[in-house]
């Protein structure tokens, strides 16, 4: 399979790392080095697919001209827009011209995260009450210095959407409203911490996201009726570690096994191996775009902010 990448900062570069031989060019308007500075410039019969790799605000109509060509599509999270009807308009002409079109969300393909909504599909620990997520990193100046970052509602974007799709990837789609309990301003034009929630769901969800954590930190706690499933960290971090406890009635100190991973981030070759095999047979997961694109507006008008700003 032949790729393009677009965008060749940061996630670019890892992108077109990972695609090895698949990669033949690259389009970026600004980075020194990129082979085409306009996606339109790139002859549609040189390439299969394409690795976007963007700011938020071109993604839409950088997907419409992709898709339009029947290009296969792997574009960075979050995909949002003004409005649910932009990225209905985008499954519509994937589904017309046969295209993929599939945003990364590469924390499923997490060695633990796998583990964990293996263990709920087996019923490990029963009826499940509530799930808590805290991600954090150290990262408010990098973004404050950023030329397109900081702005809109800031970090929720970009790390409540991976919480988003997690829960949607462990339990489905939540019922009632999101919670925007809290959204504040510490260091950052733009909102650098948060907590949110789905309180009338079933499990109850919190999640807690800051750009404030000067050590990156990944927490996961789930628990249910028969004990509970703890996270900690992220490979791409150092050691990450997997606890599963039963619960002990009527009380009491619960039996615990505790699995401990240290390896280089597999997730993001993994997520590549996953879209060329989309790529064969088909499929997109805009549906859970759609749902993302509209709590992340549920929050912004909550807190008077454009999601997509």
């Known amino acids: 399979m032949r790729v393009i990448v677009v965008g060749l900062g940061i996630q670019g570069k890892k992108r077109m790392a990972v695609a090895g031989r698949d990669a033949v060019a690259s389009v970026d308007p600004v980075a ?8 339109e410039d790139v002859a549609t019969d040189s390439y299969d697919a394409a690795l976007v790799c963007t700011p938020d605000g071109p993604k839409v109509d950088l ?11 792997l574009v960075e999270k979050p995909l949002v827009a003004p409005g649910n009807v932009d990225l209905e308009r985008l499954r519509a002409l ?13 924390h499923r393909f997490e060695p633990h995260l796998v583990s964990v909504k293996r263990l709920l599909e087996e019923g490990r620990i029963g009826r ?5 997520m805290f991600y954090g990193n150290g990262t408010a100046r990098d973004v404050l210095n950023s ?19 997690l829960c949607m990837f462990f339990f489905g789609p939540p ?23 789905y309180p009338e769901s079933s499990p109850v969800l919190m999640l807690e996201g800051t750009l404030l954590s000067w050590r990156n ?8 009726e028969r004990g509970s499933i703890h996270v900690t960290g992220l490979c791409k971090w150092g050691p990450t570690s997997l606890t599963v406890r039963r619960r002990v009635l009527p009380s009491g100190k619960p039996d615990e096994e505790v699995h401990t991973l240290e390896q280089k981030d597999p997730t993001w070759a993994a997520e590549y191996d996953h879209f060329r095999r989309l790529c064969a047979t088909g499929g997109t997961n805009i549906d859970t775009d759609i749902w993302i694109n509209s709590v992340l507006h549920r929050i912004g008008e909550r807190l008077g902010v454009g999601a997509s700003a």
């Not at 994937?94 to 590469?106: D, H, I, S």
């Open 32 to 39: 020194s080095g990129a082979d085409y500075e306009r996606i």
């Open 63 to 73: 997907l419409t001209h992709l898709l339009g060509h029947g290009k296969h599509v």
């Open 147 to 165: 030329p397109w970052r900081d702005r809109g509602l800031g970090v929720i974007p970009d790390l409540a959407s991976h919480m988003l799709d």
């Open 175 to 197: 019922a009632g409203e999101v919670q925007a309990w809290m959204a504040q301003r510490h260091e950052n034009a733009a909102c650098d911490y948060f907590l949110l929630g």
């Open 217 to 224: 930190t990944f927490g996961l706690d789930v628990i249910g």
């Open 94 to 106: 994937a589904q017309r011209t046969g295209a993929v079109c599939y945003t990364a969300y590469n």
């Open 128 to 132: 499940v009450y509530h799930c808590r």
